[in-house]
């Protein structure tokens, strides 16, 4: 008995193989490709340039708005560690440092409880006033924006909160909900849903407002009152660095696709087949749409993908973004991913600047900010020199770089020190993306 042979049972080789076959696709859904596992080949590395440059700034501009809405625009430093997360400033880092960093426009000091304080200068006070007026100028612009998002939403509404993540990029005013949105009754208006959310209405369509940008660049129209958006077939403008040198080869599968027709973001998409050619071009014609709205022509990814229902998307929206990248180009730096218009950037500078983005340029270039020169193995190991070196000391280590107004503002030395080169660039996708059916 102890020699016998147990025979299995009928099933089981069947079963073994069903096993197999759920232990190779758990183990592909684990392995399989993300945007972090890209080649280095397919970083664009002016742009990785331009991401850095924003990521600086952010924190500074949060900074400059929480003592801008304070009552007399100071706050103990203790009252910003409850901050830490929208800075971006982990512990153990004193914020004290990362304000010291700034002397041009915050300055500490102590009251006679010894409790230090943060405030503006009479330069970051300044910067402020600059910033509301810039902001009042470019109304009619951001009312224009605001406008056509919802003429490209499906039920030509938008919740507020979903619309407030654009509010920088668009040039909108801190409160414009509460003060701003209510200003253009005959354009849009304010109501809540049964669960007590803000959303904001079309009320009247302008036929002038639902043509695209790229009807606009290829075809030079500038205003059509009786308008109807359908069916387009415009290419997309595209721009590839100097490094994508095999281009040439697809030329006949990009022209392919730029001649594909679809529809025009600011007509109805309901009836589109979500996965179909048309409802994938009609995503691009989409987000080519939004990013042109944004002051910098580019956006964080997240704040693009929330509008999905909204604006009747793909469900993997960033594998299109990735797919074609002669019209788009993603950043995968640092916890949230960046999305750029490529036709709008030349290097690593937007070739049309509005004042807003001058005036960013302007707070960041009074910004002090050190870089610790250590080589860079991945581009996640970005993400820890980053906030480390806001906290840097200030000696005049051989080990560290100073980038400040007087060296020309981390144009050379966070280019060539921390973002490393690559000779040719992979286009293996732009293949793939183009010869789709």
């Known amino acids: 008995m102890a020699n016998q042979l147990i025979k299995p049972p009928n099933n089981f080789t069947k079963s073994l193989k069903n096993l197999y076959f759920i232990a190779s696709n758990l183990q592909s859904m684990t392995t399989s490709k993300r945007v972090q596992d890209r080649s280095q080949k397919k970083r664009v590395h002016a742009l990785e340039v331009a991401v850095e440059k924003h990521k600086i700034a952010s924190k500074i501009l949060f900074l ?30 004193k914020i004290s440092d990362f304000i010291r960093k700034s002397p041009k426009l915050f300055e500490l000091y102590k009251d006679q409880k010894g409790i230090t304080w943060v405030g503006l200068t009479k330069k970051g006070e300044e910067l402020i006033e600059e910033e509301e007026r810039l902001i009042a100028e470019n109304e009619e612009k951001a009312v224009e924006h605001v406008t056509r998002l919802l003429m490209m939403s499906v039920e030509k509404t938008l919740p507020l909160d979903k619309i407030a993540h654009f509010r920088r990029d668009l040039g909108l005013p801190y409160d414009f909900r509460k003060h701003w949105v209510h200003k253009y009754p005959e354009i849009f208006r304010v109501f809540k849903n049964e669960d007590e959310i803000e959303f904001l209405k079309l009320v009247s369509w302008n036929p002038n407002w639902c043509v695209t940008e790229v009807e606009k660049k290829v075809l030079g129209i500038t205003k059509a009152d009786d308008y109807t958006p359908g069916v387009l077939s415009l290419p997309f403008p595209m721009k590839f660095p100097p490094d994508y040198k095999k281009v040439y080869r697809y030329k006949g599968q990009i022209e392919n696709f730029q001649k594909r027709e679809y529809l025009s973001p600011y007509a109805d998409a309901k009836e589109l087949k979500a996965g179909s050619v048309e409802f994938d071009k009609r995503a691009i014609a989409v987000m080519h749409e939004v990013l042109s709205f944004m002051n910098e022509k580019r956006l964080v990814t997240d704040h693009l993908t929330h509008f999905r229902r909204e604006f009747v998307m793909p469900q993997k929206l960033m594998r299109i973004l990735l797919k074609h990248f002669g019209i788009f180009y993603v950043s995968e730096r640092g916890k949230r991913f960046s999305v750029f218009l490529t036709e709008a950037y030349e290097g690593s500078e937007l070739i049309e600047k509005c004042p807003l983005v001058v005036w960013k340029e302007k707070v960041v270039s009074l910004t002090g900010y050190r870089g610790r020169k250590k080589k860079i193995e991945t581009f996640d190991d970005f993400d820890d020199l980053e906030d480390d070196d806001l906290f840097e000391s200030d000696s005049d280590d051989e080990k560290t770089i100073r980038i400040d107004q007087e060296d020309d503002m981390m144009s050379s030395d966070v280019e060539d020190e921390l973002i490393p080169e690559c000779s040719e660039m992979d286009i293996s996708e732009v293949q793939k993306a183009y010869t789709e059916k």
């Not at 910003?80 to 997360?85: N, P």
């Open 64 to 93: 400059l708005e929480l003592l801008k809405h304070e009552p007399e625009q100071i706050i103990p430093i203790r009252s910003l560690d409850q901050h830490r997360r929208p800075l971006n400033l982990p512990k153990p880092h």
